[in-house]
T-cell receptor
């Protein structure tokens, strides 16, 4: 079985400040980890993925994520948040190279000017 | 390069009716997955199609069925609609079964069951 936890329903940050969205996972074997963002009334947009290799993964729009195997975490980060980053963020995990993607419940990010 | 397209964008049905949702994958993709996203929740996996066969299925009843066509497009059918089936239905496409390619999502079909 695989599962994802996003412990924060909402994260509030001022524009220009660093942004962190937390994610922990549980999966048998090596995980395939993803971050997606969803804007209102839209589908999910892919931000970045961890498959293997460097623990720091760089993605779209200045986002990056740090994989920590011992803590089973995959936190999303951005050094300087923009108002346009306000959206719903989902962490997801897969136990195989294909198939079911297990999503977390999502974290609403609110960036204030 | 067209992304994933879904139709219709919105749909209102009555309890007990049947509905068909359609999806065209991103150009070059051969695998289609369907997800249900209830309000305020993360997407839940329904099933995945590859080579016109259902390859994996989530915890959804048999009322949910699907099909993939030779051109890789796909349909999701839901029979005997319940009020609880009201949700955003997302189609996602990807490439192949042996490489962990990310899913590309459409904008979804908003289904309301009254």
């Amino acid at each position: 079985a695989q599962s994802v936890a996003q412990p924060e329903d909402q994260v509030n940050v001022a524009e220009g400040n660093p942004l962190t969205v937390k994610c922990t996972y549980s999966v048998s074997g090596n995980p395939y980890l993803f971050w997606y963002v969803q804007y209102p009334n839209r589908g999910l947009q892919f931000l970045l993925k961890y498959i293997t290799g460097d623990n720091l993964v760089k993605g779209s729009y200045g986002f990056e994520a740090e994989f920590n195997k011992s803590q089973t975490s995959f936190h999303l980060k951005k050094p300087s948040a923009l108002v346009s980053d306000s959206a719903l963020y989902f962490c997801a995990v897969r136990a195989e190279s294909w198939g079911k993607l297990q999503f977390g419940a999502g974290t609403q990010v609110v960036v204030t000017p | 390069d067209a992304g994933v397209t879904q139709s219709p964008t919105h749909l209102i049905k009555t309890r007990g009716q049947q509905v068909t949702l359609r999806c065209s994958p991103k150009s070059g993709h051969d695998t289609v997955s369907w997800y249900q996203q209830a309000l305020g929740q993360g997407p839940q996996f329904i099933f995945q199609y590859y080579e016109e066969e259902e390859r994996q299925r989530g915890n959804f009843p048999d009322r949910f069925s699907g099909h993939q066509f030779p051109n890789y497009s796909s349909e999701l059918n839901v029979n005997a609609l319940l009020l609880g089936d009201s949700a955003l239905y997302l189609c996602a496409s990807s490439l192949g079964q042996g490489f962990p390619s990310p899913l590309h999502f459409g904008n979804g079909t908003r289904l309301t069951v009254t």
